[in-house]
């Protein structure tokens, strides 16, 4: 079967750095996606990595290691607004997306 | 980028009743997806809406339950059939263009059923 596993949930400070992790097993691989969702919000597109190594955008960092089956999401500089659950997801051979288990980020003052 | 409203927002259904949800996007799109969220939970895809022909259902879905349409390029409706509680869920619709690898979601509606 196909599984994205995350943490269920991470706390941190605001102004701390904070690494959500994602591991993979699917069958077939065309990348890695993270979404962000608001409580009663939408998810929405945060990052996507097709190859290997990290992609930085803004505050927020993606790593990918496809031999590891391995991604994380990085947010730095922690801010209240993004309390949230993120959630990795998988392109898989069939084109679509495979959600991961999501991680609920709570961040405190 | 694109954006997608979704009708009801929310509603409170009886059991053994049917409730048809809208989804209209403000552009033409290559592909609409229909996903199953419980609070908390992550997000179970459902089916894609293929235009002009029948959807594509995962497994566990199927269309008696969930049939759905898509008549053109920018709008889909998701109907729920003969509720149950279990249905209880926030049902979200998402599109993509082709060639990219965002996904773009409406805002969901939020069905209870007693």
């Known amino acids: 079967g196909q599984s994205l596993e995350q943490p269920s949930e991470v706390t941190a400070v605001e102004g701390a750095i904070v690494q959500i992790n994602c591991t993979y097993q699917t069958s077939g691989f065309y990348g890695l996606s993270w979404y962000q969702q608001h409580d009663g919000g939408a998810p929405t597109f945060l990052s996507y990595n097709a190859l290997d190594g990290l992609e930085e955008t803004g505050r927020f960092s993606s790593f990918l290691s496809r031999s590891d089956s391995y991604g994380y999401l990085l947010l730095q500089e922690l801010q209240m607004k993004d309390s949230a659950s993120y959630f990795c997801?998988?392109?898989?051979?069939?084109?679509?997306?495979?959600f991961g288990t999501g991680t609920r980020l709570q961040v405190f003052p | 980028s694109a954006v997608i409203s979704q009708k009801p927002s929310r509603d409170i259904c009886q059991r053994g009743t049917s409730l048809t949800i809208q989804c209209q996007v403000d552009?033409?799109?290559?592909?609409m997806f229909w996903y199953r969220q419980q609070p908390g939970q992550s997000l179970t895809l459902i089916a894609t809406?293929?235009?002009?022909?029948?959807?594509?259902?995962e497994s566990g879905f199927v269309i008696d339950k969930f049939p759905i349409s898509r008549p053109n390029l920018t709008f889909s409706t998701l109907t729920v059939s003969n509720m149950s509680p279990e249905d209880s869920s926030i049902y979200l619709c998402?599109?993509?263009?082709?060639?990219?690898?965002?996904?773009?979601f409406g805002p969901g509606t939020r069905l209870l059923v007693l």
């Open positions: 552009s033409q799109v290559t592909m």
């Open positions: 998402s599109v993509e263009r082709k060639y990219q690898e965002t996904q773009y």
């Open positions: 997801a998988v392109r898989d051979h069939t084109d679509k997306l495979i």
């Open positions: 809406a293929n235009q002009g022909s029948e959807a594509t259902y």
